[in-house]
């Protein structure tokens, strides 16, 4: 009787009441395929510009939306965080994602990043206004998106991670990507490592960087410009004269991390995007 009182009770709550959990650090939103967190910047109203941030493997999304720092300075900027949860393999229980790494995987990571960015648009996120990153093995989840699905977002910020072998003979374009890497990372080395007898291999960036400046259709191999930052601590390389979508990166002398003053570059980078006025990603007329 107490169960189909509580059943009664429950549906009786106003399916928008539901939705509003939605938008708050410790919820979680449901989806077809699984789940993610979204926190709205403080004084939201309207649609707003998101972060899309991938955990690392073995980490979860409550990891990304527990950065205090990170929520900070997005809520500051009027960015919403947005926090979708890996899944383990069936042999693993650590939260992953199913980047094309020559194994198969319980779910199809980029239709499911596709269902995440849908559903919360629902919650006042603006699709033309995304920015998806993640590091470690997110980091190579989104090279994936990037390549194979570059109009799920505006532009993408991978750090530490790359794509798998076999690397793609080629992307869908144009591809707007800011790639950051630690020079003495030997988690995921800059040149890539192999496992498992060579049977899985992570790809060398540089590797993944050609076929994205091929894609693009990039004039030059080497970089437009290669400056270092005022302090000498970071190594940038810039590919911009291309027929479409531009590439950045930039490497750092630390190891497997998230550079100090990553979110703000990226940031910065990515309103360089959206002033250019390019509308090749809008789906709404902008």
Known sequence: MRAIL?????????????????????AECPTANGFY??????????????????????????????NTAMLAEL?????????????????????????????????????????????????????DRVLLAGFSRGGSMVWDIACHAPASARAYAPISGAFWEPLPEGCEAPIDLFHSHGWTDRVVPIEGRSFRDGTVVQGDVFAGLTVLRRTN???????????????????LRNWTACASGRLDLMLHPGGHQVPKGWLTR????FEDRLAEGDTRLCRTGC
């Open 6 to 26: 509580a059943l009664t009770l429950l549906c009786l709550v106003p399916l928008t009441a539901l939705a509003e959990e939605c938008g708050v650090r410790e």
């Open 37 to 66: 967190r979204l926190v709205l910047p403080e004084g939201a109203s309207g649609t707003v510009p998101a972060l899309v941030f991938l955990h690392g493997g073995g980490s979860t999304a409550a990891s990304v939306t527990g």
């Open 75 to 127: 809520s500051a900027r009027g960015y919403a965080l947005i926090a979708p949860e890996g899944q383990p393999r069936p042999s693993r229980p650590n939260k992953n994602w199913g980047v094309h790494d020559n194994r198969a995987h319980p779910r199809d990571d980029i239709a499911f990043i596709a269902e995440v960015l849908d559903d919360a648009a629902l919650h006042g996120i603006d699709r």
């Open 217 to 235: 259709g990039c004039n030059l191999r080497q970089p437009d410009s290669a400056p270092m930052d005022a302090t000498g601590n970071l190594w």
């Open 266 to 269: 990226a940031l910065d980078w």
